[in-house]
DNA sequence: GCCAACGTTGGC
DNA sequence: GCCAACGTTGGC
């Protein structure tokens, strides 16, 4: 099966694409995702190998930062059954986990990072979840074209 | 099962 | 800091 292309937000004063290339192999458990759209791309559909457009949201200005990759498959968000932790959800069983996390390494940092603004002025990418009206998804598929496109603004 | 109230997200 | 959009909760 040949690799997928997804989107992915972090708030950069929680977690940014530095901390990530800081973090122990560049690698990191992508933990905290507490929506079910959000959590059945992960559980379901994200595969070793496939290619991750690292977003930083609510920063100034919003921008895709760099690119990781998967390297291993869905496997129970433990942070959900730790009270002290803040994604804590008492719902989420672990002999029957709610949610799930996959662990990303860093690959690359755009030397010129894209920003929102600049995504929503190309028409290519005019269909991903990020510059559709009132999009809240923190991940999100991507087309090859559309992984490509963004890749190549990074570029210029 | 409806839907109002509430909490969160995230661009601006 | 504002607030529109959205998902979730809970009373009925």
Redo the contacts with the bound molecule.
């Keep these: 099966m040949a690799n997928k292309y997804w989107l992915i ?1 972090s ?1 950069p004063e929680v977690f940014s694409i530095d901390d990530l290339a800081k973090a122990k192999n560049q690698t990191t458990h992508w933990d905290g995702v ?4 959000a959590r059945n791309f992960l559980r379901d559909d994200f595969k070793i190998g496939d290619k991750v457009i690292f977003y930083h ?3 100034e ?2 921008v895709a930062a760099g690119i990781c990759e998967v390297v291993k498959e869905a496997y129970p968000d433990f942070t959900a059954f730790d009270p002290e932790n803040d994604h804590y959800d008492p ?1 989420s069983k672990k002999e029957l986990p709610t949610w799930f996390m996959v662990d990303i390494k860093f690959v690359k940092k755009f030397s010129k990072p894209v920003s ?2 600049e995504i ?1 002025a190309n028409r290519k990418l005019q269909k991903i979840h ?1 510059v559709q ?6 991940v999100m598929p991507l087309t090859k074209d559309e992984f490509d496109e963004i890749v190549r603004m990074s570029d210029k």
């Excluded at 507490?34 to 759209?37: H, L, S, T, V």
């Excluded at 009206?133 to 923190?138: E, Q």
């Design positions: 937000k708030e507490r929506n079910y759209q949201s609510n920063s200005p919003p719902k929102i603004s929503k990020l009206r009132g999009n809240r998804l923190s």
